[in-house]
């Protein structure tokens, strides 16, 4: 008997040391709350370009990238779904997308860190878009011939994506910018990695 309550014990001790090693691990939630999300401003995206460009650059070409504030709309004060957000930031939608017939391009480009959070941003855009027609712009089981031959043949007018697909559709004549009025970073969301699109190095 003695012996079998000897046993017993550090069984004991053993579940309540993994229990309080559970407890001590981190949510995700907890981390965010710290350091909680901040609509974005120009100056976050004009610094993150000149620091990309400073070291192949010269002082005056990184002088000419700067964009000037009246190219900037109010970022989402993050009380607005992503449908009133963009209604309230081009109020003139609908004109836009009547007149809007030229292949190859779209009126708005959305781009955002991931295929799934492109998703996501298509299906949260229903009360915007209306008919129009939105593209997918992302790898993930997609082929850029098939996104090419898409463009080619029909007029879109939301364009939906990642920064990778975007850059390759652009440099390989795929998708043309002289009809895009409006571009949407995603800012403010991270991932399962608590990485805002901004910082995967890639990006």
Known sequence: QPTECFLSQPEEKQESTVKAKRRK?????DVLE???PK??????LQNLLSQHFAE???VIEIEELKLSDSCFLPANDLTHSFSSYLKE?????AKLRKNHKEEKSVVMLVIC?????????????????????VLKLFAKHIKIKE???????????????????????VEQD??????????????????????????????
């Open 25 to 29: 691990k981190k949510k995700i939630s």
């Open 34 to 36: 710290k350091s909680a």
């Open 39 to 44: 609509p974005g401003v120009p100056a976050d």
């Open 56 to 58: 192949n650059r010269s």
């Open 89 to 93: 930031i081009c109020p003139k939608w």
């Open 113 to 133: 860190s991931s295929a799934l959070r492109s998703l996501e941003l298509i299906k949260s855009m229903t009360a915007f878009k209306g008919d129009c027609r």
């Open 147 to 169: 996104q090419i031959s898409m463009l080619e043949k029909g007029v879109f007018h939301i364009g939906v994506g990642t920064p990778g697909r975007v850059k390759a559709l």
């Open 174 to 203: 795929g998708l043309c910018l002289n009809s895009t009025k409006y571009m949407i970073l995603d800012w403010n969301w991270r991932d399962q990695k608590l990485r805002r699109m901004m910082d995967i190095p890639e990006v």
